[in-house]
């Protein structure tokens, strides 16, 4: 689908890729966030400061969910440019059953 130019050049197409672009950026930042919490936790571990490891801990367990959050958020996405897609076909579809007629008649007129 992406070496067709004609979908290159469609602005919706243009908005529904840049979406995905965008959420594999912050899936992949949100997955950086996950390990540098994750670290500063473990970092923190031997301490024993139960204030900080729970700070730790919690920082942690958001970051884990925020890119739960983002990887759901970059589905969606891909999600709505596979409708579009799709609807796009389906359109195609229809328009060449209504030419199909049209051509028909002009071969007849021809023979």
Known sequence: MLQSEQWKTNARFKALYKEIQAAEARVEDAI????????????????????????????????????????AALTLAQFRLYQWAEQQKEKAKAAAKKKKPVIEKAVAKVA
């Open 32 to 71: 950086k966030a996950k390990e540098a919490a994750k670290a500063a936790y473990r970092e923190v571990l031997p301490s024993g400061d139960q204030v900080v490891l729970m700070e730790k801990l919690t920082a942690f367990r958001q970051a884990k969910l925020m890119r739960e959050f983002e990887e």
